[in-house]
């Protein structure tokens, strides 16, 4: 039977969503964040709790939600009809609470339901009205994401949405099943070849892999029983892959444009039409290798 908890721990709320076997749990008020995924007897997401429960700093760990951009902006800011806005890292949502709309449990799934809305402080970096709503589900040890963008402005509204998930995978050298043949490395920005397997190791930048057709199933070495298999819509249309040192993880992010695109690729923006709202779809799920 699938259940949903709420739990609190040094000062933060947390929802748990859970079976016999596996749990998801997710703190609303730190950027609607995903902070643990555990299943097939494995904590499949890395998690430094100290920058959990620092509310001064960016969570390093779990899915933090990239919303309206993934990566980064030029100077951190860009131009939008002649007016030049500012925008940190990674977008608005992962720093600014989200609250609960949604929860239900059967015995097939549990699921969580989230709503991000703008507000004065957010058209201050972002001139549009939306609502963001994400659905977290656990089912048969899946953990699967789905994200409705509500334009509710008179005008088309830009967006690159994107995810950041920090997987508890600690070997640099990461094999992966794509439909790339190349990437791009955003450390010396070269164009290089993807043969199925990247060191990491010792990189600062991340790198973007730059498939013709976009991938709809993903395959990572996770372990040596274990594989990594996420699926996604093909808006997702790049997975950017980024380690930081000698920290335990990698962070295979699904992106729907490349960073920097408020200000280089306006062409590559998802446009999302006043009232016609736009959906995403992503899981991530272990399997035996």
């Known amino acids: 039977m699938y259940t949903i908890e709420k739990f609190d721990q040094?000062?933060?709320?947390?929802?748990?969503?859970?079976?016999?076997?596996?749990y998801v749990d997710v703190c609303p008020e730190r950027g609607g964040i995903v902070t643990s995924f555990h299943a097939d007897g494995e904590d499949i997401l890395y998690l430094n709790e100290a920058t959990l429960f620092d509310t001064t700093k960016n969570v390093r760990g779990g899915i933090p939600v990239l919303f309206p951009i993934a990566g980064q902006l030029t100077d951190k800011s860009y131009v939008w009809n002649g007016t030049v806005y500012e925008m940190a890292n990674h977008g608005l949502a992962r720093t600014?609470?989200?609250?609960?709309?949604?929860?239900?449990?059967?015995?097939?799934?549990?699921?969580?339901?989230?709503?991000?809305?703008s507000s004065?402080?957010?058209?201050?970096?972002?001139?549009?009205?939306f609502e963001v709503l994400l659905t977290y589900s656990l089912a048969d040890g899946k953990l699967s994401i789905r994200q409705k963008i509500t334009n509710l402005s008179a005008e088309p509204m830009p967006a690159y949405p994107g995810y950041h998930p920090y997987f508890n995978i600690s070997d640099k050298q990461v094999d992966l099943k794509s439909r790339a043949t190349k990437y791009l490395d955003y450390n010396d920005n070269q164009i290089k070849p993807f043969t199925g397997s990247i060191d990491l190791d010792g990189l600062k930048e991340s790198v973007v892999?730059?498939?013709?057709?976009?991938d709809t199933r993903l395959e990572a070495s996770f372990s040596a029983e274990k594989k990594l298999i996420i699926e996604q819509d093909d808006t997702y249309r790049y997975d950017v892959l980024w380690v930081e040192g000698d920290a335990p993880f990698v962070?295979?992010?699904?992106w729907t444009a490349k960073t920097n695109s408020l200000n280089d690729t306006k062409?590559?923006?998802?446009m999302v039409a006043p009232e016609r709202p736009l959906e995403l779809n992503v899981s991530f799920h272990l399997a035996d290798r």
């Open 10 to 22: 040094q000062g933060l709320h947390f929802f748990k969503l859970k079976d016999e076997t596996s």
């Open 96 to 117: 600014r609470p989200w609250a609960v709309v949604h929860q239900a449990s059967d015995e097939s799934h549990t699921e969580l339901t989230l709503s991000f809305q």
């Open 120 to 129: 004065a402080e957010t058209l201050e970096s972002y001139p549009f009205q």
């Open 209 to 214: 892999l730059l498939p013709d057709q976009a």
């Open 251 to 254: 962070c295979i992010e699904p």
């Open 267 to 270: 062409e590559s923006l998802l």
